[in-house]
């Protein structure tokens, strides 16, 4: 089914039986009305996308017909065709009924063609740019949703790692981290009241500058071998039981955690 459809508004019948004489073999679906009320009434009754329209018509102008036409099916393209090209006729036409193209009689039929094809081009394109408009506005909510869920989720895991951070901080066992870099990348609270060279110790610092030999190798053992047994050492006078265990899963090793309790204490 043909979605091209002309509206040919005129007051003379042998005007509008030319024009559809002149389109027949065109891919268009040609309405025609006598005088511009007619032409709103078929305008109530069918989809059209483009309407041209005489000028002087009795009763009713081509610009108060293109003017209605305007108000109710603003999408529409609007054509003025008359053989009296005064200046004012036109400047009317163009702010009063917003046409896009005035086409003189008589035309000529190759420009009256032309001229068409013009104008459903432009619809096409005023339906595509709003179709891009609209999916660019549902895309926008889209993002914009997301983008809520987002900081949702990220104040959800913010939370829980402070709260995390809070649960390791208040043990009362000393815990110590240790990436697979050998680096002392965490101690809790505990560790560092008991433990006096991690009071001062910056994150990332080699465990073998920190922790004893006997631990250092023991540490060792558990990264490279993923032997999680507890081992026995003496750290600042203090003989420590450690508990290791390892972080993350085989295939992707991040390191190490320490729980440390004093043996004897």
């Given amino acids: 089914m043909n979605d091209k459809a002309v509206l040919f508004v005129d007051d003379e019948e042998s005007i509008l039986n030319s024009l559809k004489r002149l389109l ?47 108000e109710r099916w603003p999408d529409t393209i609007r054509v003025v065709l008359s053989g009296y090209a ?11 009924g917003e046409v896009f193209r005035f086409i003189s009689k008589p035309w000529k039929d190759e420009a009256l063609k032309t001229t068409i094809r013009q104008c459903f081009d432009h619809f096409d394109m005023i339906r595509e740019n709003r179709r891009l408009t609209e999916q660019t506005q549902r895309q926008v909510i889209q993002l914009k ?54 009071r001062s110790m910056i994150p990332g610092t080699d465990m073998s500058d920190i922790l004893p030999a006997e631990a250092v190798a023991a540490v060792r053992a558990c990264l490279e071998n993923t032997a999680t047994e507890e081992f026995l050492f003496n750290w600042c006078g203090r003989d420590l039981k450690a508990m290791p265990g390892l972080l993350g899963p085989d295939d992707e090793r991040r390191g190490c955690v320490l729980l440390l309790e004093e043996v004897g204490a």
């Fill in 145 to 198: 949703n997301l983008n809520n869920l987002l900081e949702a989720s990220v104040e959800s895991r913010t939370k829980c790692l402070q709260f995390s951070q809070e649960v390791v901080e208040t043990l009362p066992l000393m815990v110590l981290g240790i990436s697979l870099e050998e680096e002392v990348v965490l101690t809790n609270h505990c560790a560092r009241d008991r433990l006096e060279p991690l």
């Fill in 86 to 96: 005064e200046a004012d006729v036109i400047v009317e036409a163009i702010n009063k």
């Fill in 24 to 70: 027949r073999k065109e891919p268009y679906l040609i309405h025609t009305a006598l005088g511009g009320e007619a032409g709103l009434e078929l305008l109530e009754e069918n989809t059209v996308q483009l309407v041209v329209s005489d000028q002087r018509m009795p009763e009713m102008t081509g610009t108060q017909f293109l003017q209605k036409v305007k």
